[in-house]
T-cell receptor
Framework: AQRVTQPEKLLSVFKGAPVELKCNYS??????LFWYVQYSRQRLQLLLR??SRESIKGFTADLNKGETSFHLKKPFAQEEDSAMYYC???????????FGAGTILRVKS | GAGVSQSPRYKVAKRGQDVALRCDPI?????LFWYQQALGQGPEFLTY????????KSGLPSDRFFAERPEGSVSTLKIQRTQQEDSAVYLC?????????????????FGPGTRLTVL
């Protein structure tokens, strides 16, 4: 079965501190993994995907197949990063996104 | 241009009532998805359309849930005889092409959701 686990419901950091949002997955085969973000009063939107290997708003995520992880990182948190973050896996078994439960990131000034 | 829109944004229903939730995808988008998001959880897949064809309805939790997209654009998710456990945010998403065109995931664009509360 495909499953995405985000172990932290809430992560609270100070502005300028490093951020790591954890994501682990279970999947048979080669997964495609994503991070989605939902800012306050806004809709869910794609932040980044592992195949593009790009940095978006200073965030990066590396797929570690050995540890089945796809943690989201940013070296220096900003207040505008405060949001709900969802890790998601693209399932080839049914053409659907499988989401984790989400982590609230709060960046304090 | 306009994104995915959903209506109503909020719906309160008494247990046992039928409800209909509407989704207007981005114009020209072939694929349409419905997700259910319970409080404190991530979105969970309900069903998927490619144009007017419902290709996957494996996520619909019971036969009280029914979705249609008769002309390949607007979609309606209908819930009959609502129960308290149906209370959730229902999200609609659309993507330009079929989900895995050319081996690449096609980004899904999400609507604002409809928050359903069943009393």
């Amino acid at each position: 079965a495909q499953r995405v686990t985000q172990p932290e419901k809430l992560l609270s950091v100070f502005k300028g501190a490093p951020v790591e949002l954890k994501c682990n997955y279970s999947y048979s085969g080669s997964p495609e993994l994503f991070w989605y973000v939902q800012y306050s009063r806004q809709r869910l939107q794609l932040l980044l995907r592992h195949i593009s290997r790009e940095s978006i708003k200073g965030f990066t995520a590396d797929l570690n197949k050995g540890e089945t992880s796809f943690h989201l990182k940013k070296p220096f948190a900003q207040e505008e990063d405060s949001a709900m973050y969802y890790c998601a896996l693209w399932s080839l078994y049914g053409n659907k996104l499988v989401f984790g439960a989400g982590t609230i990131l709060r960046v304090k000034s | 241009g306009a994104g995915v829109s959903q209506s109503p944004r909020y719906k309160v229903a008494k247990r046992g009532q039928d409800v209909a939730l509407r989704c207007d995808p981005i114009s020209g988008h072939v694929s349409l998805f419905w997700y259910q998001q319970a409080l404190g959880q991530g979105p969970e897949f309900l069903t998927y359309f490619q144009n007017e064809a419902q290709l996957d309805k494996s996520g619909l939790p019971s036969d009280r849930f029914f979705a249609e997209r008769p002309e390949g654009s607007v979609s309606t998710l209908k819930i009959q005889r609502t129960q308290q456990e149906d209370s959730a945010v229902y999200l609609c998403a659309s993507s330009l092409n079929s989900p895995k065109t050319g081996g690449t995931y096609n980004e899904q664009f999400f609507g604002p959701g409809t928050r359903l509360t069943v009393l």
